[in-house]
């Protein structure tokens, strides 16, 4: 079928999302996935993902997954290539602006390959498609601008994420805490879960300063009655900010920073009352679970990449910082501006988030 035979009156035969990263911004997908479930619930549908994401995501059903291991390097295009061998999908759902994605996208046979408007389409992602979304605006949260891929079909929205929790995750999360910790994880008492660190080891000026992070963890615990809990991943950075909160708390949370797999950490999460992080991944799976996130953002525009469904309890200082360090407005910054400065989280302020927390914590 060609492309002026095709006929979007009726449903696809199949379709092929391609996204491979990051954590966060596969719980962005996840909308979109249960859109065309929904909507289309006959529909065969593939996910091209990551290799790490795909654990995120590996209990999701209904979902042909194919990993791309991007440390195989090139071989991992020829695997690709030969299990495209023989497939056609009416549609690619091309939701990833990077050089790597837009050849993956050129190894996938589809009718449609729908990507990002001309505006959006960095890394020449436009050379890779043959539709572009209509976007309402250009000025949306991660989540509207992918729901965009849907709107394109005229589906009705699904805003909904329904992330899995792996119940052998839940099982071996619960021989990593002890009893007083796993009292809280029930239900009990109140749980709060710290991620302190953005992962992208480049950019951790995303990151809120230890200090701030010890001084919530002691009131949590001493006014609030919270049992604390530290997650992160395994990189040296994570291990260290850990380690120096945990030195500056007088009531000493546990620290479990790259002692859990991604399944388990979902858990976590899911068992956390309140989760507190900066602008990172499990701030997103935290939303995806529908758990309270307090999102920390100075350095990102939490408009664009904060928690979805819970920009109420995220400390915003990203317009002061854009007017401090680079005399500027969100009216006229780019919309994905980020804050390079390694002092601009500073601005957040200890009682601006436990004022988030208490928030949080009251009854529906």
């Given at each position: 079928m060609t492309l002026s035979q095709f006929n979007l009156s009726k449903p696809p035969k199949n379709i092929c999302i391609l996204r491979l990263s990051a954590l966060g911004d596969i719980t962005h997908t996840l909308p979109v996935l249960r859109t065309l479930q929904k909507n289309w619930p006959e529909m065969p549908i593939t996910w091209i993902i990551g290799k790490t994401e795909y654990e995120l995501v590996k209990g999701v059903e209904g979902v042909e997954f194919i990993i791309f291991d991007k440390s195989?390097?090139?071989?991992?295009?020829?695997?690709?290539?030969?299990?495209?061998?023989?497939?056609?999908?009416?549609?690619?759902?091309?939701?990833?602006?990077?050089?790597?994605?837009?050849?993956?996208?050129?190894?996938?046979?589809?009718?449609?390959?729908?990507?990002?408007?001309?505006?959006?389409?960095?890394?020449?992602?436009?050379?890779?498609?043959?539709?572009?979304?209509?976007?309402?605006?250009?000025?949306?949260?991660?989540?509207?601008?992918?729901?965009?891929?849907?709107?394109?079909?005229?589906?009705?929205?699904?805003?909904?994420?329904d992330l899995p929790v792996l119940e052998s995750a839940r099982q071996s999360l619960r021989h990593k805490l002890d009893k007083e910790w796993l009292s809280h994880a029930k239900g009990e008492n109140r749980l709060l879960v710290i991620n302190p660190c953005a992962v992208a080891k480049s950019r951790n000026w995303r990151d809120w300063n230890i200090d701030g992070y010890a001084a919530v963890a002691d009131y949590a615990s001493a006014q609030l009655g919270m049992k604390v809990i530290l997650s992160g991943g395994s990189s040296m950075r994570e291990q260290n900010v850990a380690a120096a909160i945990f030195s500056l708390c007088s009531e000493k949370p546990l620290n479990l920073v790259g002692q859990t797999s991604i399944a388990e950490l979902v858990a976590l999460l899911d068992m956390a009352s309140v989760v507190i992080a900066p602008d990172t991944g499990p701030a997103h799976i935290a939303n995806a679970l529908n758990t309270p996130v307090i999102g920390l953002y100075a350095a990102t525009n939490p408009q664009r990449a904060g928690p979805y469904r819970f920009q109420k309890l995220v400390v915003n200082h990203y317009e002061q910082a854009l007017q401090k360090y680079y005399s500027s407005s969100i009216g006229d910054a780019s919309w994905g501006q980020r804050i390079q400065n390694a002092e601009c989280m500073a601005l957040i302020k200890p009682d601006e988030v436990l004022k988030k927390l208490r928030k949080a914590l009251e009854p529906l």
């Open positions: 195989q390097g090139f071989s991992a295009y020829l695997a690709l290539r030969q299990q495209m061998q023989g497939r056609h999908f009416d549609v690619l759902l091309h939701l990833q602006v990077s050089l790597r994605a837009s050849a993956i996208s050129f190894l996938v046979p589809a009718t449609i390959k729908l990507g990002f408007d001309r505006e959006r389409a960095k890394d020449l992602q436009w050379l890779f498609t043959n539709r572009k979304i209509k976007p309402a605006s250009t000025r949306q949260h991660v989540v509207d601008s992918f729901m965009a891929f849907t709107a394109y079909f005229d589906l009705k929205p699904v805003l909904e994420w």
